[in-house]
């Protein structure tokens, strides 16, 4: 019988050392700290990078801003993800779980020291350097003691707040187009400033004129606030040519998260449009319409 005890005992012993490998946050004796990984997108993984080609993607040293919504102890603490993966430490002050409560997160991206609303310019300069202005949004991820990993993924992934134009330049018999693209092109009757809220995520035109912003043929990615605009006048400078052109807005609007993709076939005389409506973030899937 004592044999049949001692055996039963340190089989006892054994399982209760797994279980305690395996949930090292079942019964925390104090603070836990909070473990960020977040994805830009429901159908891409957490382990990518933000100024990619879909715009679905992290860089190294990609910085985000985490905010406690249940209650008031974290707001806008800085988290960057150092390789570019997805997952995200802190730049300073640590998020810590100090209960079993569950608590619920959003975040944005990029990073601002102050947070809060903050105004912005979409013109010729800010679309230079893009990534200033391509604002990203999650809620709803949540974490405690018991499961400190927040993961912002899936339904409370990241999704792009602002609104893409992209253009393919086409040329035709007679004429043809530079590696380089157009020597410019001009986008007419555009708002091109507005704010956009860290709190919420909602990004807003706030300028009272649309005016026209003029960039270079090889800049082929815009990206502006979402705005009411029913049609989208063009000129492009082409081998000392003066092309003109109407890009339609499906809906009458620029909307968040959308990326307009337009091909522009440039002919002798005339130029054809033909483009398609994008979800941004989910790599070319999920196409609403073409016109």
């Excluded at 802190?90 to 608590?103: L, V």
């Excluded at 991820?141 to 993924?153: H, I, K, L, M, R």
């Amino acid at each position: 019988m004592k044999t049949k005890f001692f055996a039963f005992a340190a089989l006892a012993m054994t399982l209760a050392a797994c279980n305690n490998d395996n949930n090292e946050n079942l019964n925390p004796d104090g603070p836990v700290a909070a473990r960020f990984t977040a994805a830009i997108g429901t159908e891409v993984t957490a382990t990518t990078r933000v100024s990619g080609t879909e715009g679905t993607d992290w860089d190294a040293n990609d910085c985000i801003g985490i905010t406690c919504t249940t209650n008031d102890s974290y707001k806008n603490l800085p988290y960057v993800t150092e390789d570019g993966n997805g997952n995200f430490t802190p730049q300073g002050k640590t998020i810590y779980f100090n209960t079993p409560n569950q608590e619920t997160f959003s975040a944005y991206y990029p990073y601002n020291e102050k947070g809060g609303i903050l105004t912005v310019k979409t013109d010729a300069e800010a679309q230079k350097a893009q990534g200033k202005h391509d604002f990203l949004f999650a809620e709803g991820a949540t974490g405690s003691t018991y499961d400190p990993w927040v993961e912002f993924n899936e339904e409370h992934a990241f999704r792009h707040c602002m609104s893409k134009i992209s253009l393919t330049f086409k040329g035709s018999d007679g004429v043809n187009i530079p590696a380089e693209g157009p020597t410019s092109y001009t986008l007419e009757g555009l708002l091109l400033e507005g704010t956009f809220d860290t709190g919420n995520g909602q990004a807003v035109a706030t300028a009272n004129t649309a005016a026209d912003v003029t960039l270079t043929g090889n800049l082929t990615s815009t990206i502006f606030f979402p705005q009411e605009v029913n049609e989208i006048g063009m000129e492009i400078f082409l081998n000392n040519n003066v092309y003109t052109a109407i890009l339609p807005v499906e809906d009458g609007k620029l909307q968040s998260g959308k990326e307009y993709h337009y091909d522009i076939t440039i002919y002798h005389n005339e130029v054809k449009i033909t483009g398609k409506i994008i979800e941004w973030a989910l790599v070319n899937k999920g196409v609403n319409v073409y016109f």
